[in-house]
T-cell receptor, first 115, second 114 residues
Framework: AQSVTQLGSHVSVSEGALVLLRCNYS??????LFWYVQYPNQGLQLLLK??????LVKGINGFEAEFKKSETSFHLTKPSAHMSDAAEYFC?????????????FGQGTTLQVKP | EPEVTQTPSHQVTQMGQEVILRCVPI?????FYWYRQILGQKVEFLVS????????KSEIFDDQFSVERPDGSNFTLKIRSTKLEDSAMYFC????????????FGNGTRLTVT
C-alpha cells in the first residue's frame, strides 16, 4: 500500500531564505508523485509532479522537487521564499497504472514566511 | 483556465439530514473524485468515478454515501443521514486521464453537521 509522510507540520522561514519541505513515500510500485499547495479558503493547486524521466522537476512559482528513489523522497525546495508562499503544502502519491488516479496525501506542512 | 466549481461553499445541516454537495468538473475531463479534509487532518480519498460508475472507493465511503453524474456537467455527492463526524471540507476533483494526468480540485464545500 502507498503512504506519504511529511516531516514537520509547520515550517517557518524568513523572506528570501531557502524553503525545504520534506516528503517521504512508501510504494511497492514506481510511484507518481505530486506537490499541491492550498491557500486559505481555496482548493488544492498543483505545484509540480513527477511521473517518469528527469528526476528534478520544476513547478510553478519557482518551486522544484527531486525524486530520489534510493531515499524514497520527494522534497520540495525554493531558493528564496516570498511572503506569498505562505500556505499549506501537501505531498501526494498516485498508484501508477491503477488508472483511477487516486491520490494518497501526506498530512500537510504549513509554511510560514516571516518578513 | 477552466476550473472545477463546487456549490455551496458552506453547508450547515442537522444530524440525520440528507445533504447533496454539487460539483461541476472541467468539461473535457473523464475522471471525477471526492476527497474530504476533516479540520486539522490530512486530505482523504473518498471515491473515484469513471464511465458512469464508481471505479474505486475508500472505507469511509459506506452505504451512507453515494455519487451521481445526473447530466453531462454535474457530479454530486450525497450523504443520506449525516453524522457529526461528517463535518469536514469536501473537495471535488477531476482529471482528463486518470493516473496519467493531474487532478484539478475545486475550492471545496465546508460541511458543518450540528
Amino acid at each position: 500500500a502507498q503512504s506519504v509522510t511529511q516531516l514537520g507540520s509547520h515550517v517557518s522561514v524568513s523572506e528570501g531564505a531557502l524553503v525545504l519541505l520534506r516528503c517521504n513515500y512508501s510504494s511497492s510500485v514506481p510511484p507518481y508523485l505530486f506537490w499541491y499547495v492550498q491557500y486559505p479558503n481555496q482548493g488544492l493547486q498543483l505545484l509540480l509532479k513527477y511521473t517518469t524521466g528527469a528526476t528534478l522537476v520544476k513547478g510553478i512559482n519557482g518551486f522544484e522537487a527531486e525524486f530520489k528513489k534510493s531515499e524514497t523522497s520527494f522534497h520540495l525546495t525554493k531558493p528564496s521564499a516570498h511572503m506569498s508562499d505562505a500556505a499549506e503544502y501537501f505531498c501526494a502519491v498516485s498508484v501508477r497504472a491503477s488508472n483511477t488516479g487516486k491520490l494518497i496525501f501526506g498530512q500537510g506542512t504549513t509554511l510560514q514566511v516571516k518578513p | 483556465e477552466p476550473e472545477v466549481t463546487q456549490t455551496p461553499s458552506h453547508q450547515v445541516t442537522q444530524m440525520g439530514q440528507e445533504v447533496i454537495l454539487r460539483c461541476v468538473p472541467i468539461s473535457n475531463h473523464l475522471y471525477f473524485y471526492w476527497y474530504r479534509q476533516i479540520l486539522g487532518q490530512k486530505v482523504e480519498f473518498l471515491v473515484s468515478f469513471y464511465n458512469n460508475e464508481i471505479s474505486e472507493k475508500s472505507e469511509i465511503f459506506d452505504d451512507q454515501f453515494s455519487v451521481e453524474r445526473p447530466d453531462g456537467s454535474n457530479f454530486t455527492l450525497k450523504i443520506r443521514s449525516t453524522k457529526l463526524e461528517d463535518s469536514a471540507m469536501y473537495f471535488c476533483a477531476s482529471s482528463r486521464q486518470g493516473d496519467l494526468s493531474p487532478l484539478h480540485f475545486g475550492n471545496g464545500t465546508r460541511l458543518t453537521v450540528t
